[in-house]
């Protein structure tokens, strides 16, 4: 500002101008604080985000042999390409979607909706539901691990007591869709991550005013009318928003996997999924393992959810403006 | 007006907040950013090495070695302060991998015989061949060549050895007993290792007479191990290109589906990795596998609790019963890139007093007695000539092992082969064969060869 004085004293300042640096000037001193606050914001994200992806897109051209790097063009993209296993994550990771997205999506909004429904102790079972939320994730898969087992699981154990045959759970050898494996790494997920979803639908639920209901009985309707009319219809922004975030979530699979079947492939591969292939890339093959060919499946991944969000986000915005 | 006034005199508590919230991060930022040089160096003829791999307290005996053997070195060194980095494991491939891309690493860091071309690639292993000489390491020309050829490329010297073996097939004595064998002659043919296997399985009471790996790598490092002892390969002389969909191959995973499909000789629980093997044994639950001898004074008997007159060992199995071979391996310490020559100097004393010299550190056999360690195993295989004479008869002296149990192992002889190119690759690979030969009743094996030859021949072209 003193600055700006002495200039407009000197003569070397039109007036326009020195009334445009003083708005400039006020605009900065009034929105000081908020840039101070987001600074912290934009600093975060830049060191923890931002900067790790433009490195991923940088890594995903470039060799290191020897201690030198170099760019490497469209090789790693190549060899990810023509990976036998690359395919194969892609349908694993597209069967654990579609699997987790029937039981996963399905099976909490069901829950929430009894839970809705319930007059007594609806507070000590959305406890219960909850609580898998609670255990931290590596425990509640060497749990399930353990029900797994096909000598000394729990599931066996029970199929045994009802004279029934057992099965290998993830260990099953089966490729087929959905296959055996898929479906028990599916079950765990969704045990685990219920709680989560089941609270938000809930939440949602109960905002629906009563009256609706309270209408549609009067008009004879049952259960599954008032859920088709009623529910669906006032919870569909939450049901929409969550299928996405569901959606995005299962694409990046990992660790149900890689913990069930101690490292991720399963038999034949059969439970393979793309950030499992990201990670062998990355740390598991040792002597010819490279964070480029991982960062270049990174990158793959990145711009198939990217499009995706875009192109879901694209439409449910549409569809809205449209009403 | 007031507001305006107010602003003039000098920054509001938002603004205040907003930045000390800056400053915060800035300063955290800044001392995030720490370079691996700060953390040792020599200053004034003082030297701070930092070593890997030092035992943590949850192993109490061998943390309160090693913590006696930093004392000792460092009275006999004034000058030199070594800084203990505890971990168990030693290394974990995906904080390795990390660590190796950050450039990390301890002045001394811990790497497995099948990690130096990553090491070199990442351009994390400091040239330590000037430095090292009979002088520095007088036992240097004893060191078993194999081992010293796993930390060498071309004529540079990037570590030492600490540990060097080959593999062979343990077996649960006190099961070979119940079962009615005789503990002291362990099978030495697949086809024996299957009828012993099946003798015990039928003691029943969740007990398997074999056990194999197939997760983690470990499934595809013991089928090159058994493809060794058949006389196969893994791959061609060059190390281009896959050569294990062979007779050899096929004979193996045939012998082990036998065990697990025909015979149920083996546990339907697979999958399994490095570490599960072992507890079972120790709980007296399987009846063999392979391995090298430490798997028994290091984690058997130490950490799951085995009791040491329970096992034995044989030479690892082949169809013929002398192996042609037994896949050797081993660790090492690789000196760090940042490493200033007083480190790599200091470094060098150190692997010298804990590592390479009969009668201290891993060798004082008379201490490990004291501890009430196991000590006579047939291992590690680190020294040859005059060293080999003297390490031997000290441990010797110190013997608590009946050596009896492991002298077909011993009497084997067996030559060592070294690793396949890009090692832990091809055994990833190997894994998903492993796997499906011991889950899926209906495996094909010359399909399943066939692809993991594909697939280990474009890693391979990829290695360069």
């Known amino acids: ?323 | 007006m007031i507001r305006r006034l107010h602003r003039r005199h000098g920054p509001s508590r938002r603004q205040l907040a907003g930045f000390t919230v800056f400053a915060v991060l800035g300063l955290a930022a800044a001392a995030c950013s720490s370079s691996p040089a700060a953390s040792g160096g020599s200053s004034g003829g003082h030297v701070t090495i930092s070593v890997d791999c030092a035992p943590p307290a949850s192993s109490p005996v061998q943390h309160k070695e090693w913590l006696a053997d930093v004392a000792i070195f460092e009275k006999q060194n004034p000058n030199i302060t070594v800084n203990s980095v505890f971990e168990n494991p030693c290394e974990v491939p995906a904080s390795f991998t990390a660590m190796l891309r950050a450039g990390s690493e301890p002045n001394l860091f811990y790497t497995y015989f099948t990690d130096r071309n990553q090491v070199l690639d990442a351009g994390q292993a400091a040239d330590i061949t000037s430095y090292v000489n009979t002088k520095t390491v007088p036992t240097l020309k004893d060191i078993e060549p194999t081992a010293l050829a796993a930390v060498t490329a071309g004529k540079t010297l990037y570590g030492l050895p600490t540990v060097n073996y080959t593999q062979g097939l343990v077996i649960n004595r006190a099961l070979f007993k119940q079962a009615g064998l005789n503990p002291d002659q362990p099978p030495t043919t697949w086809a024996q290792v299957e009828a012993d296997a099946k003798a015990i399985t039928k003691l029943g009471q969740g007990i398997y007479g074999y056990g194999d790996y197939s997760a983690g790598n470990n499934g595809g490092w013991h089928f090159s191990s058994e493809i060794d002892a058949e006389g196969g390969h893994m791959t061609n002389a060059a190390g281009s290109a896959a050569a294990f969909n062979s007779d050899q191959g096929k004979a193996i995973l045939q012998a082990l589906h036998q065990m697990r499909f025909v015979d149920h000789s083996m546990s339907p629980t697979q999958q399994l990795a490095w570490g599960t093997l072992q507890k079972q044994m120790a709980a007296n639950k399987l009846g063999m596998y392979i391995a090298a001898p430490d798997d028994i004074y290091n984690v058997i008997v130490p950490q799951d609790g085995g009791h040491i007159n329970d096992y034995g060992m044989g030479p690892i199995p082949s169809t013929s019963g002398t192996p042609a071979g037994s896949l050797s391996g081993g660790n090492d310490y690789m000196f760090a890139k940042h490493d200033t020559p007083a480190q790599i100097e200091a470094g060098i004393k150190w692997m010298n007093f804990e590592y390479l010299t009969p009668g201290t550190g891993q060798f004082n056999f008379v201490r490990q007695k004291a501890d009430g360690f196991p000590v006579g195993f047939p291992e590690p295989q680190l020294f040859t000539g005059a060293t080999l004479a003297k390490y031997q008869k000290l441990q010797d002296a110190s013997a608590t092992v009946n050596p009896d149990f492991y002298s077909t192992f011993a009497n084997a002889h067996e030559l060592a082969m070294g690793e396949p190119a890009d090692a832990q690759a091809v055994y990833k690979t190997l894994d998903p064969v492993m796997l499906s030969v011991l889950t899926n009743p209906n495996a094909n094996i010359t399909q399943l060869l066939a692809t993991a030859t594909t697939q280990v021949n474009q890693i391979l072209a990829n290695s360069g």
């Open chain 1, 1 to 323: 500002m003193a600055e700006l004085a002495t200039l407009r004293q000197a003569g070397t300042l039109s007036p326009a101008r020195s009334r445009a640096g003083d708005r400039l000037a006020a605009k900065v001193r009034r929105n000081a604080s908020a840039h101070g606050f987001l600074i912290g914001a934009v600093l975060c994200f830049a060191f923890f985000s931002w900067y790790p992806i433009c490195r991923e897109i940088v890594l995903s051209f470039q060799k290191t042999q020897l201690g030198v790097t170099s760019w490497a063009g469209w090789a790693n993209y190549h060899r990810i390409f023509h990976d036998p296993t690359f395919w194969t994550a892609w349908k694993n990771t597209a069967e654990f979607t579609v699997l987790a997205l029937i039981v996963g999506y399905a099976v909490p909004f069901l829950v929430a909706i009894l839970l809705n429904e319930l007059r007594h102790a609806k507070g000590y079972l959305r406890c219960l539901v909850y609580l898998p939320v609670m255990l931290p994730p590596t425990s509640a898969l060497l749990l399930f691990a353990y029900f797994y087992d096909p000598t000394y699981g729990l599931f066996n154990d029970i199929l045994r007591h009802l004279h029934l045959p057992v099965s290998q759970w993830v260990q099953s050898s089966g490729t087929g869709l959905p296959s055996m494996a898929m479906i028990s790494v599916v079950i765990a997920a969704t045990w685990m991550n219920m709680g989560g979803a089941t609270l938000i639908y809930l939440a949602a639920l109960q905002n629906i005013p009563g009256e609706l209901y309270e209408a549609a009985e009067l008009d004879g309707a049952g259960l599954l009318r008032k859920i088709r009319h009623i529910t669906i219809p006032q919870t569909r922004l939450i049901l929409s928003m969550l299928l996405l975030l569901q959606i995005v979530a299962t694409m990046q699979m990992f660790v149900e996997a890689f913990i069930l079947t101690n490292g991720g492939a399963g038999v034949n591969n059969n439970t393979l999924s793309v950030v499992n292939l990201i990670y062998q890339y990355a740390f598991a093959l040792s002597g010819a393992s490279n964070y480029n060919s991982a960062s270049a499946l990174g990158v793959v991944l990145m711009l198939v959810l990217a499009t995706f969000s875009g192109a879901y986000l694209w439409l449910t915005r549409d569809r809205e403006a449209t009403r």
